[in-house]
């Protein structure tokens, strides 16, 4: 491990239009993209859109279609096994040996990745304390709940002193206190200069990453800094307090120069090219009889309406110069 | 809760369960073309139940007239194939003869015939498969008996008989009627006794049918347990996900394969042990040749937990496994000669025999402990288990390493 090149110049990852084909889909789509060292990369996109796929080709788990990519500065196509020895990989499932202790299942992991047992000893260590897995440590990890299953695995991922951890939805299915947690660690761990490539559904996560890419149908349609993400959101929203709400929604989806309404706190959130404009049109003539408009408010857009926009291809909203 | 709605329920329920076997593409194509193929090896195999074309040689030391005879009578019926060999003298060794029988007719045999008591003739039987050699035995003391039906030789045999009897019964005689004669001659045949062979039992004097089956128990149950327990190993790591987790790690596929095989050689080894404890304490079974014995178990294990690893790296789920093994070892049971020989399966039935490593297992375990043969006896089954566990487990790692888990 001592030989990897730990030049602060060099990305964590660096792929150059990679493209992976399954037959005649196209599952990864000239896809480019730097990672920094330390980075905590928020990787977005529907379920299908291809992020599993891509960690499959960084980890040389998949051949490359085409393209190149280097990851910790060693090319996927040619030192996949070396990259493997550097890098972390946590599955979406957490795979864990259920019937396995705790201890069973870090000391199996650490083996393979041949640490000493002197290191393998200090490494258990420093993990358990860091997860705070000790008074689970000779419990089998079948009676471990989802958020402590998620540590463990994180642990497992870990224990080789990773410089790059992939985590595929590493929060699915857990509780939002576990979540937290899970995101406080991983905030400690970058600290310590472990860069992370992280995969996930939720909003609140990607807004806590250093770096978000969208990606959507194989393409990565953005990557930015949450701040500029969402500074790139040229549009202005409006919440409506409309009753009844929810024929409310369906009838402003349907509405000219509306391009989608959602529920947001009990309100519904405009997404419209010239909300300006349909705002003066509403209060001078309010076209659903049958609804009530009570009150209107400016909000700031969050990751959400980012994500949707980049997502449902809403281009209209977004000031293509600022991402 | 009327009828209707709960055989709705059922139903229901019912389909969904018929819908996992038809989307399963493996099971489902296990299911449509095994149970025709099947009854058609099984039938095939079981329908002539006759031992035919047994190895056999034939010693002719009187070289007569007589002796040939009885050469060309016993070469009428294809319960053996008879090859000549060249003579080195003193009894035949059945391993380097490659032969289940050899019959000696004595030097003088035919001067004794023509004295009227025939010296008997020599038997050598191959006893490793006791009702075998029991049923061949009694084969040739059939053939023997329609060689002394003949008239010629009935003569010769008959001779003795009118010796000892006073000529006035010659003088009767020729005062009968041509039934009476007829009736006469019956009553004499049945005076005549059959030949008596002289039969000398090899490998397995005392003919013990326990002997013979050791190997094909112990086989069984090994092979048995080593496949299941392997083709469940990978597809379980594949539906729990830990495959993927492990690829990702810098292990190589051979050293999951091996890393996979080893436990359980050990368990399997250890039961091999305890089996063959029991026979040799419960059922007095003597075991000869004990470290050969080792390397054949070794190499048949290795085989077998090969198979089932390679049935894991191909299914998906452990369902699938369980289905794959299940019929693997289905033709194994009556095919592999574990209970009985395989020569009495016909030839292109004993080319799906050959393919099982059970079916080398036993003849090299008999051809050790049973007949003491030398090494080169049964080098044959042990390459072929060997090439067996190197392809096996050799194509697990293949295509572990095909498989984008």
Partial sequence: ?323 | MNIRSIWNAIASVALKEFLHVWRDKRILALIIILPPFFTLLFGHAFEATELTGVPAVILDRDQTDHSAKLVKQLKKKNTFSWKGTKDTGGDPDLLRLHASAALVIPKDWASTLENGTPAPLKLFLDGTDATSADELEGRLREMLGDFQGQDDVQELTVKPLFEELPPEVFESLKTITPENRAKLKVEFQKLVKPWQTDTHILYNPGLRFIDYVTPGIIGLILQLLTVTLMACTIAREREAGTLAQLIVTPLRRMEIVIGKVLPYLGISLFLIAVTIGVAHFHFSVHFRQPFMLGIICLLFLLCSLGSGLLISAFCHTQTQAIQFAVFYLLPVFPLSGAFAPIERLPDGVRLVSDVFPLTHFCEAFRMASLRNAEFSYFAGDLLFLAIGAVVTCGGAAWILSRTDA
């Fill in chain 1, 1 to 323: 491990m001592s030989t990897t090149p730990q030049n602060a110049a060099v990305p964590a990852i660096s792929a150059e239009h990679l493209v992976r084909r399954f037959g005649k889909f196209t599952a990864v789509n000239d896809v480019s993209f730097r990672v920094e060292q330390g980075e905590i990369f928020g990787f977005l996109g529907p379920n299908g859109s291809g992020k599993t796929t891509v960690i499959k080709l960084l980890t040389g788990l998949l051949p490359l279609s085409g393209g190149s990519a280097q990851v910790v500065g060693l090319d996927v196509r040619t030192d996949s096994e070396s990259i493997r020895e550097r890098v972390g990989y946590m599955s979406q499932n957490f795979s864990l040996y259920d019937d396995l202790t705790v201890g069973e299942n870090l000391r199996f992991y650490g083996r393979i990745y041949s640490l000493e047992p002197a290191r393998l000893k200090r490494r258990i260590d420093e993990i358990i304390a860091l997860n705070n897995l000790g008074p689970y440590f000779d419990r089998l990890a079948a009676q471990l709940s989802g958020g402590w299953k998620q540590r463990l695995a994180l642990g497992c991922a870990m224990l080789h002193e990773p410089q790059l951890l992939f985590l595929d939805e590493p929060t699915a299915g857990i509780d939002p206190v576990a979540r937290r947690q899970l995101w406080d660690l991983l905030f400690e761990l970058s600290g310590h200069g472990i860069t992370f490539f992280v995969t996930t559904h939720y909003m609140d996560e990607a807004e806590r990453c250093t770096e978000v890419g969208f990606v959507r149908e194989g393409r990565l349609l953005v990557k930015e800094s949450p701040r500029r993400l969402k500074a790139s959101f040229k549009s202005r929203l409006i919440e409506l307090e409309v009753d009844p709400v929810m024929p409310a929604l369906a009838a402003l989806r349907n509405a000219p120069g509306v391009l989608d309404a959602t529920l947001r706190s009990g309100h519904a959130r405009i997404y419209a090219a010239e909300p300006e404009h349909l705002l003066t049109e509403w209060q001078r003539a309010w076209p659903f009889p049958e609804l009530t408009l009570r009150n209107h408010a400016w909000v700031e857009p969050d990751m959400e309406d980012v994500f949707k926009a980049y997502s449902q291809g809403f281009t209209q909203l977004l000031d293509s110069t600022a991402a």
